[in-house]
């Protein structure tokens, strides 16, 4: 493990923030450029709301999280290292996925844009957490984890916004397979940057060998994930079929009542897990350990801290599904709305993580968190202003500013916070587990966010959005307060 620095020079953020580039790059590409791609095909609200439950896969990333942890990735880990050999597997997946989406870019099948969909979400889910895993072993404080966190994110959104303004523009005039086209181009070219780096500390053989044998093991891997992929998706498709479940089905009671379910299974677990000793094969297992150690550690407080990190980014997850869907049905172009992407809102949100990194720096983390949650509120809320003015170039650079504003400060601010319950011990376990049940219930709502959207409007889903990023306000006292019992049985 390479020892933390006491600070993070400029070559090491740079490499944060092309790290964060990387990650950010393809996300755009399966949630809000694919909702708009879907809707110009005429696909229905409806089913484009179940499309959001791709963004699902990242939030059971801790189901394979130990393996990035425990595995070497074949010819890259040898030469590059763990690390760094994850992130390279994770890069050309990610490449293959987008070029995969371009060719189906009629959506002809939505059988088969979903499948391609999925292997775009879990490569680019799986970078996430090597990245993650790399930084907290590196910045254990926050005095570190601010500045490494908002390079981080300026190029995890600056990627974002590039990709989406870039795509909808190139879209508009050369079609989606074009677009696609480019964005994967755009997804590789860190790759070669990250291959030449020199070798890890404890590396070997030669550079050339370790290209070729990675190479070859990633095609493996890719293939083998594809097919998996697609026996999963046809259970899923006939289990949903059989079960009456179509375009036209209200989806909303069900995934409320789903999104209830891991609370009631905490809260029936907790007494068990509060008694384990440091012996216990709860605490012990290499498959379950890392994240009973969560719960011991929080006890009962888990679950407040759980619902306040379902609450937190909610707002935005909700708005992010119907943002642009909402922007084209009142009269906004592809290029329009791209053109907005590239520009206020790239501005708004590096200026928005750049608060957020000064002020986990400078103030309070719980007064930052109150700073990010009510931007975020207040971005969602401008998306039903934007509805009800004249189309308009200032009034959608006004829109998309504030929402994104709000959500790079939130974003940075929870980045931290969350980072600081982790125990470093089990980095990738459990930061996986944290920030992806962080999305858990909001990416499932967002699959219901077509059905919602069809009783409410869009006046009503966005004031929805917004009240649900402020409830987490109401959480925050009780959160603020929690403190991770001690444990004498290991070195943290």
Not at 209 to 231: F, Q
Request: glycine letters at 12%.
């Amino acid at each position: 493990m390479t020892a933390a620095p006491t600070t993070p020079s400029p070559g090491r953020l740079a490499l944060w923030g092309l790290l964060g580039f990387s990650a950010g790059l393809p996300f755009t590409m399966f949630s809000t450029v694919l909702a708009l791609r879907l809707a110009e095909h005429g696909v229905g609200l409806v089913v484009i709301g179940f499309f959001a439950w791709v963004t699902l896969l990242p939030t059971f990333k801790f189901g394979w999280a130990p393996l990035v942890d425990r595995f070497d990735i074949p010819g890259f880990a040898r030469f590059w290292g763990r690390r760094r050999g994850w992130i390279m597997l994770s890069q050309l997946g990610i490449a293959g996925s987008l070029v995969a989406l371009a060719v189906t870019g009629g959506d002809d099948d939505l059988a088969i844009t979903a499948l391609f969909a999925v292997q775009l979400a879990f490569w680019t889910t799986t970078l996430e957490v090597a990245v993650d895993a790399w930084r907290i072993e590196l910045a254990p404080t926050p005095e570190l984890q601010g500045p490494i966190v908002a390079a981080n994110l300026w190029g995890y959104r600056s990627a974002m916004v590039a990709a989406g303004s870039g795509a909808l523009i190139v879209a508009e005039f050369g079609g989606w397979t074009a677009a696609y086209l480019l964005i994967a181009a755009a997804a590789f070219a860190p790759f070669p940057v990250l291959a030449t780096l020199p070798r890890a500390a404890d590396g070997g053989g030669g550079r050339p060998a370790a290209l070729a044998v990675g190479t070859l093991a990633t095609g493996g891997i890719v293939l083998a994930v594809v097919a998996i992929s697609a026996v999963a998706g046809w259970l899923v498709l006939a289990v949903a079929t059989g079960a009456g479940i179509g375009a036209r089905t209200n989806v909303t009671p069900a995934v409320l009542a789903i999104c209830l379910l891991p609370f009631v299974a905490l809260a029936l677990a907790l007494p068990r897990i509060n008694r384990a000793s440091a012996d216990d094969p709860l605490r012990t297992s290499v498959a379950i350990g890392p994240y009973v150690d969560v719960f011991w550690r929080y006890g009962y407080a888990a679950l407040a801290i759980l619902l306040f990190v379902s609450l937190y980014r909610m707002g935005d997850v909700l708005a992010l599904t119907l943002a642009k869907p909402m922007m084209y049905s009142i009269g906004y172009t592809k290029a329009a709305i791209g053109l907005a992407d590239g520009t206020a809102a790239l501005a708004a949100s590096i200026a928005g993580v750049a608060v957020g990194g000064w002020l986990v720096m400078r103030a309070p983390l719980p007064l930052a968190l109150v700073a990010g949650a009510v931007a975020a509120a207040l971005g969602n809320w401008g998306l039903v202003w934007l509805a009800h003015q004249p189309v308009g170039t200032a009034a959608l650079y006004a829109a998309t500013a504030a929402d994104q504003f709000g959500n790079g400060l939130a974003g940075a601010v929870f980045v931290v916070w969350l980072s600081m319950l982790v125990n470093p011990r089990f980095a990738a376990a459990q930061y996986a587990l944290l920030s992806g049940f962080a999305f858990l219930l909001p990416r499932l709502l967002a699959g219901a966010s077509g059905a919602m959207q069809v009783r409410i409007g869009y006046d009503g889903f966005f004031w929805l959005a917004g009240g649900l990023s402020a409830a987490a306000l109401l959480v925050l006292p009780f959160v603020a307060r929690v403190r991770a019992r001690p444990n004498p049985d290991h070195k943290t």
